[in-house]
Structure formats: structure tokens, C-alpha cells
């Protein structure tokens, strides 16, 4: 079954302790993104990679770190996570840049820092 | 500045009648619109999009939705609503300046009554 798997789907945090929300495609995408959603505002996006090695800053990139060595796998990273970055975390692939083709996304991460 | 406006945080319809959910844009150039779908505690779905051609555009679980470009309008219907249709939907347009980006709506709560 094609699908995008993030892990993991909740988690409580402490302001500071850094974390690693994993993103994983079984559909050789090369184009994936991390986007958050916050209620009233949609989603925003925060990384997108254009290929294995390849990422850029997308419209809310303060606070996270992206890395893609690996086609399948885009992790997200908070170093140090505020309560600002409380929120609802999905993750996206495509076969082809977003803005022109359907992306699957994965089922969501909501995290909470305190 | 791009922008996607939904102007409607909640539509309610009753099973059986036809529903409307309204998208309205403010992008330079062509637009290149989508309408994705968010179950409870699940990621987004991708409904339809517009690229070019046909104005009216059918898409997943019988949703079509009509570009009207005099109007900067892509509103989403669906001739017979179903209780499940109760979701949240999100309106997005490409990002003119960059192909990897979504700009997204605020979304709309639809809400079908038995």
C-alpha cells in the first residue's frame, strides 16, 4: 500500500529537549515536504526537498532542521523545541514539485512542548 | 502578497442537498489550484486540481469544483451531500514564485447532518 508513515503520532515534550519526528515514503517520491497546521492559519510549509542531498527553506523554517540522505526518509528536527512550536506536523511526498501534482501525506504528528 | 481565503470556517447542509464550499485567491499569473480533504485524525487527501483547460473540474467522492477566473474563485461542490463528507477542507494554490509550495486556506469545517 502506497503511503507516507511518520512517527511518532504524539508527543509530549519538555521546552529544550531536542527531538526527531521520523518521515518515511514507499512510493520513490522525490519531492517531500514538512508543513505544519495551526488552527485558523491552514498549513504552512516548513522544509521541502527536491531530492536525496537537496532542501530549502520553505515559509516558517525558525527552529526546525531537515536532512534527506535518503529518498524514502525526510526526517524533522527541533534542537531545542519552544512552546511556539506546538502544533500539528505532516509530512508530504509527490512525484513532482507540490505546487502541480497531488501529494500524499502521512497521518500527522501533534506535538506539544511544555 | 499570494494569498488563499476561505471564508467560511464551518458549512452545515443537510444529507441530500447540494453543498458548496467557497475558495477564493489572490495569486500573480495563472493559478494553479487544489482542493484537499481532512478526515478525523488522519493527513490531508488530495480532492482535484486546475491546471489548465475544462473550468469545471470532477474530482474524488463525486466533488467537482468550478475556476472562475473573472471572480478569483475556486469553490468546491457536490451535487448530494453525505454525512460523510463531514471533514475539513483545505483550499491551496501554487505558490507562483516557487513550484515546491502550497500556499493553503484556513480551512473550511464541513459539517452534513443525517
Known amino acids: 500500500e502506497a503511503q507516507v508513515t511518520q512517527n511518532p503520532r504524539y508527543l509530549i515534550t519538555v521546552t529544550g529537549k531536542k527531538l526527531t519526528v521520523t518521515c518515511s515514503q514507499n512510493m520513490n517520491h522525490e519531492y517531500m515536504s514538512w508543513y505544519r497546521q495551526d488552527p485558523g492559519l491552514g498549513l504552512r510549509q516548513i522544509y521541502y526537498?527536491?531530492?536525496?542531498?537537496?532542501?530549502d527553506k520553505g515559509d516558517v523554517p525558525e527552529g526546525y532542521k531537515v536532512s534527506r540522505k535518503e529518498k524514502r526518509n525526510f526526517p524533522l528536527i527541533l534542537e531545542s523545541p519552544s512552546p511556539n512550536q506546538t502544533s500539528l506536523y505532516f509530512c508530504?511526498?509527490?512525484?513532482?514539485?507540490?505546487?502541480?501534482?497531488?501529494?500524499?501525506f502521512g497521518q500527522g504528528t501533534r506535538l506539544t512542548v511544555v | 502578497a499570494q494569498s488563499v481565503a476561505q471564508p467560511e470556517d464551518q458549512v452545515n447542509v443537510a444529507e441530500g442537498n447540494p453543498l458548496t464550499v467557497k475558495c477564493t485567491y489572490s495569486v500573480s499569473g495563472n493559478p494553479y489550484l487544489f482542493w484537499y480533504v481532512q478526515y478525523p485524525n488522519r493527513g490531508l487527501q488530495f480532492l482535484l486540481k486546475y491546471i489548465t483547460g475544462d473550468n469545471l473540474v470532477k474530482g474524488s467522492y463525486g466533488f467537482e469544483a468550478e475556476f472562475n477566473k473573472s471572480q478569483t474563485s475556486f469553490h468546491l461542490k457536490k451535487p448530494s451531500a453525505l454525512v460523510s463528507d463531514s471533514a475539513l477542507y483545505f483550499c491551496a494554490v501554487r505558490d507562483p514564485d516557487s513550484s515546491y509550495k502550497l500556499i493553503f486556506g484556513s480551512g473550511t469545517r464541513l459539517l452534513v447532518r443525517p
Open positions: 526537498s527536491m531530492n536525496v542531498e537537496v532542501t
Open positions: 508530504a511526498s509527490s512525484d513532482a514539485p507540490q505546487g502541480f501534482t497531488e501529494a500524499f
